[in-house]
């Protein structure tokens, strides 16, 4: 929505989880328990490579029968991983989910350094008050066309209002 200006920032989740290519999957999914988490972001050099998900471990190590304490993360991680800058609008996450098919995006800043993670349900938490938002801007217009000062004036309120509270559901978990 042009012109709305809520970025990834706004909306990012800062707790997450980060293992190394060469740990053992069994300690990893240990650890995304423990955090309640669904994925680990994997670092090389401070740098993020690839994911490990809940479905990965679903799919690549239960249905085969692989012994998770002796598989490396490295062997069933996504790679390369889908990025997005933390200074973006959140519809270029939107979209980069979209055209991916991914469900989460990993969120950098300008220097390629992981600062968090961008997922669905991130973007689907803001989704109502972003109708909302929407339904003001409307009224705000018909209020300026039927020149009435004041009722203009209580919708822009409104409007600016509603936008801070969408910018105010940052997650500093």
């Not at 309640?36 to 050099?45: C, E, K, Q, R």
Request: positive net charge; glycine residues 4%; hydrophobic residues 40%.
């Amino acid at each position: 929505m042009p012109g709305l200006n809520i970025l990834i920032s706004d909306l990012m989740t800062k707790n997450i989880l980060t293992v190394s290519p060469d740990d053992s999957v069994l300690s990893t999914a240990i650890s995304m328990k423990e955090k309640n988490i669904g994925s680990a972001i994997v670092l090389v050099s401070g740098k993020p490579v690839g994911i490990v998900t809940e479905r990965d471990l679903a799919f690549k190590i239960i249905p085969e029968k692989k012994d998770a304490s002796i598989v490396r993360v490295k062997e069933i991680m996504v790679s390369p991983v889908a990025t997005v800058r933390a200074d973006s609008d959140i519809i270029v996450a939107a979209e980069l989910m979209q055209e991916k098919r991914f469900r989460r995006l990993l969120v950098v800043g300008k220097s390629g350094e992981l600062l968090g993670i961008i997922t669905q349900t991130d973007l689907a938490s803001v989704e109502p008050d972003i109708v909302r938002l929407m339904e003001d801007l409307l009224s705000a217009r018909e209020a300026k066309k039927s020149n009435d000062p004041i009722q203009s004036y209580h919708q822009e309120r409104k409007l600016k209002d509603d936008l801070a509270k969408i910018r105010g559901k940052r997650k500093n978990q």
